[in-house]
């Protein structure tokens, strides 16, 4: 029912920039806290940035001052734009939502899309 749909993802040099999107769909009442989460291969998942409905936001330590997040509550979207990527941006980035939905009975519930994969190399 609820499905988060992601985009942007691909091959970059170091020092290049990529801008991921994700967008909610399906029948829900409200988007609230968002994120960015990225896993490596045989690592784990990891935080990357989250940010509040109302626009509060968290970075982790290794991409501050390069990465930022942003969302658009109109269209239930959410985005990271990623700067002076380096080699250890590479991963799989997911998107996370916090949604209120009536399989939950308007509970909120978090989902995640299906990853895009970020590849850092010369």
């Known amino acids: 029912q609820v499905q988060l749909v992601e985009s942007g993802g691909g091959l970059v040099q170091p020092g290049g920039s990529l801008r991921l999107s994700c967008a909610v769909s399906?029948?829900?009442?409200?988007?609230?806290?968002m994120g960015w989460y990225r896993q490596a291969p045989g690592e784990q998942r990891d935080i990357v940035a989250r940010?509040?409905?109302?626009?509060?936001?968290n970075y982790a330590d290794s991409v501050k001052g390069r990465f930022t997040i942003s969302r658009d509550n109109a269209n239930n979207a959410v985005y990271l734009q990623m700067n002076s990527l380096k080699p250890e941006d590479t991963g799989d980035y997911y998107c996370?939502?916090?949604?209120?939905?009536?399989?939950?009975?308007?509970?909120?519930?978090?989902?995640w899309g299906q990853g895009t994969q970020v590849t850092v190399s010369s």
């Open positions: 940010i509040g409905r109302e626009g509060s936001t």
């Open positions: 996370s939502a916090d949604v209120a939905s009536p399989s939950t009975g308007w509970a909120t519930r978090n989902y």
């Open positions: 399906g029948m829900f009442f409200r988007v609230n806290s």
